[in-house]
């Protein structure tokens, strides 16, 4: 075990959430791993998921592309259909349950950060409101052209997918405007199309609610250096509003130079339990 898991690190977060008057939770992919989603580290681990993926020699920022949706729609659909169905099946482990509780013990509640695009949270019983979706969701449509600015929820696309070939079977979905075909409202690789309109509205009501809290804390969960957009979000409420940092990562678990912090090298479930416990046992005493 590269990185030692110290008890007192578990009750200092614990104090920390006690402390505090919000819960700020900054997830990335790792936040899904222990549902049984995959996070696309790594070009073999990619393959395995994505065999015909790998016959086509497309890694994940290849298939992941407006340019990939314009080559071959069915092919990108049959990736993108594939993970709208598992993430339409997938239960939210029992870590999520957790944070609901904790926030409805604290006066301001909780706010979601995520780069996530699988709307777990939103599965998971939390407030569509409370929630900031900074790379967009797989659960909403956009054009790929596009011809229009218009956003809408993927709810009557039931995709149907040959998953030997990573194939859509039947019509990708169309843009109601021109009639073309609709992509993913989500951020891609060499994206300059994605329309932000609504990540932006959150991220609005997301500046409005931290405004409103005096105490947070951040609760960052599996996001990793390779997509920094969360930490960047965590870091900034740690310089700018001194928010104290729960980093959960079992790879990267470092907070360097952050001025109040705790770094837990593990799974979010693991840990978020740990850090239950060390609660239950704070009210107890
Ligand atoms: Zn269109």
Do not use: K
Request: glycine fraction near 10%; include cysteine; aromatic fraction near 8%.
């Amino acid at each position: 075990m590269p990185f030692p898991i110290r008890q007192p690190d578990i009750e200092q977060a614990a104090r920390l959430i006690d402390e505090a008057d919000c819960l700020v939770i900054a997830a990335g992919a790792g936040m899904g791993i222990d549902s049984g989603l995959p996070d696309f580290r790594g070009q073999h681990g990619f393959w395995r998921a994505y065999p015909a993926l790998g016959r086509h020699g497309l890694d994940f920022t290849s298939i992941a592309s407006p340019r990939a949706f314009r080559r071959d729609p069915r092919l990108a659909w049959g990736f993108y259909g594939h993970r709208l169905a598992l993430y339409r099946t997938t239960a939210p482990h029992a870590g999520f349950a957790l944070l609901r509780d904790w926030a409805r013990e604290l006066p301001r509640g909780c706010v979601v950060f995520t780069s996530n695009v699988d709307g777990q949270f939103q599965r998971a019983g939390f407030d569509d409101g409370d929630i900031t979706e900074c790379h967009g969701s797989l659960h909403f449509l956009q054009c790929l052209a596009p011809c229009c600015e218009a956003i809408w929820p993927a709810t009557d696309f039931i995709p149907d997918v040959d998953e030997e070939h990573c194939l859509l079977r039947g019509e990708p979905p169309a843009c109601p405007r021109c009639g073309g075909c609709a992509r993913p409202n989500v951020l891609m690789f060499g994206d300059a199309d994605w329309i932000d309109d609504r990540a932006q509205a959150q991220a609005r009501r997301l500046e409005a609610r931290l405004r409103l809290s005096s105490r947070p804390v951040v609760v960052e969960i599996g996001a990793g250096q390779a997509v920094p957009t969360v930490r960047h979000f965590s870091q900034q409420l740690a310089f700018d509003r001194r928010a104290p940092v729960i980093r959960i990562n079992p790879r990267e678990p470092e907070v360097p130079g952050l001025p109040q912090a705790v770094g837990l090298p593990l799974n979010a479930l693991e840990a978020l339990r740990a850090i239950d416990a060390a609660r239950e046992g704070r009210a107890d005493g």
